[in-house]
């Protein structure tokens, strides 16, 4: 049972992530109003654990589910607790443990469905991830470059 509920958990993940990079850009307010749903992935990621352990299959489970657990404590954290825009600031300290968290819990959806479940799956679920990082990428506002006044290096600004 805990393959097919992984599985369905990490569609789940997917969906909602490139519906929230699609939607951020244009539709900001209304993210700020409904991305906590996405948080309540945390009751099923919490029920699978459970399920790894009666099942008694790969302690890998427990690991990658915990990291999907961490990286939603980290969103709620600074999205919905401290409210901080790490992501427009661009500042590394907070930054580099939220992607760090982002990455390893898009891979554990991957690998762990492609290697214990189908390759089928596996493929699906690479396949939604590349579509999740597209969205991301597009939904990110670009810097601006700086100019420089006329007569002026960018250098002495």
Known sequence: MLEPFYF??????????IF???????????????GWIYLLLALPA????????????????????GIFLAFLAI?????W????????????????????????MNY????????????VRGVIMLALFVIQIVANLISH?????EKAEPGRTLKEG
């Open 81 to 104: 607790v401290l409210k901080i825009s790490f992501r427009e600031t661009m500042n590394w300290k907070q930054l580099a443990p939220y992607v760090a968290l982002y990455i390893s």
């Open 46 to 65: 919490s029920y699978a654990m459970l399920l790894v352990q009666q099942e008694q299959k790969s302690s890998r489970y427990t690991i990658f589910l």
């Open 20 to 34: 929230i990079f699609l939607i951020r850009k244009k539709h900001l307010e209304l993210l700020q109003k409904i």
């Open 141 to 145: 506002p670009r810097p601006e470059p």
């Open 108 to 119: 554990g959806f991957v690998v762990m469905v492609w290697r214990y479940d189908s390759w």
């Open 8 to 17: 369905a958990l990490g569609l789940a993940n997917n969906v909602l992530l």
């Open 75 to 79: 969103e709620a954290l600074y999205d």
